[in-house]
């Protein structure tokens, strides 16, 4: 099946900086969209999420945009901190009662330099 | 309020054997999905449950079954352990709506010997 994947397997920032993690996805059929963050002997934790109705959604240091006409999706960073460090998926799922899947990359992992 | 909880945190098996895995979701969660994670990769879907029943499965062999039980709580079986099968198991849940992130566990890690 199609599956979401990731630009850059490792991005490496300083800390203060802010650090933007890529996404491609493949099934314009997908709806909703989800960014986890994976600590080391963790599961993934829900950082943010997004629906397809729209392109832009901010939390707490954190902004995830959607193209859909280029099928991107991106996690923004903003003042990178050391606990930031963690590998980032992107997840997808596709629309319809029964398809509530998940999808996700191969994951990014973020480095933040001290 | 507590979270998605696994056990074991870790397991031991050798090849030919079978494995139970347990997982109780968030409070108010009634939908619990079975992800295994190879190292270095993200997580792939095995199957979900709600109101007992299998809804949705993923491109894995029927070794792997699963059950839900009344109180929202699932087991993740595998029949017939292969090397192959050595991963981070991670059960995610969520309420059957179709737009609301999964909360994962931590998982749990088997090794196949």
């Known amino acids: 099946g199609e599956s979401v994947g990731l630009h850059l397997p490792t991005l490496s920032v300083q800390e203060g900086d802010n650090s933007i993690i890529n996404c491609a996805y493949s099934?314009?059929?997908?709806?909703?969209f989800i960014w986890y963050k994976q600590e080391s002997g963790k599961g993934p934790q829900f950082i943010i999420d997004i629906r397809s109705n729209m392109d832009k959604r901010q939390g707490q240091r954190v902004t995830v945009l959607l193209n859909k006409t280029v099928k991107h999706l991106s996690l923004q960073i903003a003042a990178t901190q050391p606990g930031d460090s963690a590998v980032y998926f992107c997840a997808e799922k596709l629309a319809g009662t029964g398809r509530r899947a998940l999808t996700f990359g191969s994951g990014t992992r973020l480095q933040v330099q001290p | 309020d507590a979270g998605v909880t696994q056990s074991p945190t870790h397991l031991i098996k050798t090849r030919g054997q079978q494995v139970t895995l347990r997982c109780s979701p968030k409070s108010g969660h009634d939908t619990v999905s079975w992800y295994q994670q190879a190292l270095g990769q993200g997580p792939q879907f095995i199957f979900q449950y709600y109101e007992e029943e299998e809804r949705q499965r993923g491109n894995f062999p029927d070794r792997f079954s699963g059950h839900q039980f009344p109180n929202y709580s699932s087991e993740l079986n595998v029949n017939a352990l292969l090397l192959g099968d050595s991963a981070l198991y991670l059960c995610?849940?969520?309420?059957?709506?179709?737009?609301?992130?999964?909360?994962f566990g931590d998982g749990t890690r088997l090794s196949i010997l």
């Open positions: 995610a849940s969520t309420l059957r709506d179709r737009n609301q992130p999964q909360h």
């Open positions: 099934n314009s059929a997908s709806d909703y």
